[in-house]
């Protein structure tokens, strides 16, 4: 007889290693290492040119003092600020963080736009090849690929993948 504690231990277990947990698990690790990726491409590469185009223009230490420190201010920047105790309204960072999410969602929807792409193309490319409908060799109707007989002259045929002979061809079917 399993004990409780047994059978919630191997249900566990098994919840664990379903498939969708673990790809759950792996989609969350690979999310947090391209975070990681998003947030140097907005501070390495994004801010230097940003503060090059506008001056030395850093977001981080742009922030409001909602109520002194211990040290009265005006505060240079946000450490300073934080270091004496004062409450701060850190609009600068969210400004940053903001432009971080952007930099994210516009990747993202770039790589599924491209995925979509190129689902589009490999389906038209396989419609391409298979061809969507083929002539009745009796009457020259437009037919399904794997029609059997003909919907107009009602003539037996062939499915598409074997050839007719060519003692089929006129032998049935109304003329």
Do not use: H
Request: glycine content about 8%.
């Amino acid at each position: 007889m399993a004990t409780p504690l047994r059978s919630l231990g191997s249900d566990f277990r098994g919840f664990l290693t379903r498939g969708n947990v673990i790809e759950l698990a792996i989609a969350f690790l690979l999310g947090v290492a391209f975070g990681e990726v998003v947030r140097s491409a907005s501070n390495d590469l994004l801010a230097p040119v940003i503060a090059y185009v506008f001056g030395d223009l850093n977001f981080v230490d742009y922030f409001a003092v909602l109520r002194e420190g211990t040290t009265p201010g005006p505060y240079a920047t946000l450490a300073d600020a934080t270091a004496a105790g004062a409450l701060t309204l850190n609009w600068g960072q969210f400004v940053t963080r903001v432009i971080s999410f952007l930099i994210t969602a516009l990747v993202l929807f770039l790589i599924v736009r491209y995925l979509i792409s190129m689902q589009r193309r490999q389906k038209s490319a396989e419609q391409a090849a298979a061809p969507a409908t083929r002539d009745c060799p009796f009457c020259l109707t437009k037919i399904s690929p794997g029609a059997t007989r003909c919907p107009a002259c009602t003539s037996q045929l062939q499915a598409a993948s074997t050839p007719l002979p060519a003692s089929a061809v006129g032998t049935s079917g109304p003329g």
